[in-house]
């Protein structure tokens, strides 16, 4: 996880379990890795600098880092955990060495921001305030559905899916007392677009509603907690709304 070369050549070295194209099979490392190596072969450069000079820059999102920087490490906020899984976490993400690496979204570590920093991050995205970057045919692209329910075959649950995008809406084939693919709520839209982070923090943005909610937290529940928790949250921003 820390070592972007090993990632790499594991992954090039690694066997399809599926042919491409036709499940979802999302892993929370291995995505990140997978695009960010495709933005560096692109570009010829690493990822945060092409994050800070197409988005982060022209945005004016000062506050947002993949990897944080030696001058904030007494800002950042060490994860807490439950449990002997928890430990084992715990004494993994807030390790110096990992805090400072740098992970493309949506490769875990999370990146480092403040809230303030991701609601506008997502507004901007979403075609809110302030510049704009992506054009409104671009997040619509973005934003449309490729998976619609179905099962994913890594994590084992329904979820919506764009390209990169966890979707709201209903779920076809959920069991009702189990919200855990619902992290942006069952009262959300099928338009809702954004990601969860471990099942602790989350950010999406509703279009329709013109609504963008981000929730950032350092506590790791334990379990299924972590979903019916970000479930619980988004519904009671969305009951607080008008439709």
């Known amino acids: 996880m820390t070592s972007w070369p090993r990632s ?14 036709l499940v979802p099979a999302y892993h929370y490392l291995s995505y990140g890795f997978i695009l960010g190596e495709l933005v ?3 570009t010829g450069t690493p990822v945060p600098e092409v994050l800070g000079a197409e ?9 947002i880092h993949l990897g944080l920087p030696a001058g904030l490490r007494g800002r950042a906020v060490p994860l807490q955990a439950p449990g002997p899984a928890g430990r084992l976490t715990r004494a993994v993400v ?26 506008r991050f997502c507004s901007r995205v ?3 305030d302030g510049p704009r970057i ?16 179905e099962i ?33 709520g069952e009262r959300s839209s099928p338009e809702t677009f954004g990601h969860n982070g471990s099942h602790a923090c989350l950010a999406w943005a509703d279009p329709g509603r013109q609504l963008v909610m981000a929730y950032l937290t350092s506590l790791l529940p334990a379990g299924r907690e972590r979903a ?16």
């Open 40 to 42: 560096r072969r692109v």
């Open 8 to 21: 790499v050549r594991r992954l090039e070295q690694a066997r399809l379990r599926h042919p491409p194209g």
């Open 126 to 128: 979403a075609g809110g």
């Open 152 to 184: 994913d075959r890594f994590l084992g649950r329904r979820i919506r899916w764009s390209q990169g995008f966890q979707l709201g809406g209903p779920h076809p084939g959920l069991v009702p007392d189990r919200p855990h693919s619902h992290p942006m």
């Open 94 to 119: 807030n390790r110096p060495g990992t805090r400072r690496r740098s992970f493309p979204r949506p490769a875990s570590p999370l990146p480092r921001t403040t809230w303030p920093g991701s609601t």
């Open 55 to 63: 988005f982060l820059r022209p945005l004016a999102l000062h506050d």
């Open 228 to 243: 019916r928790h970000q479930s619980q949250v988004s519904d009671a921003v969305l009951a607080a709304v008008p439709a």
């Open 134 to 149: 992506l054009q409104p045919e671009t997040i619509r692209a973005a934003a449309r559905p490729s998976s619609d329910g």
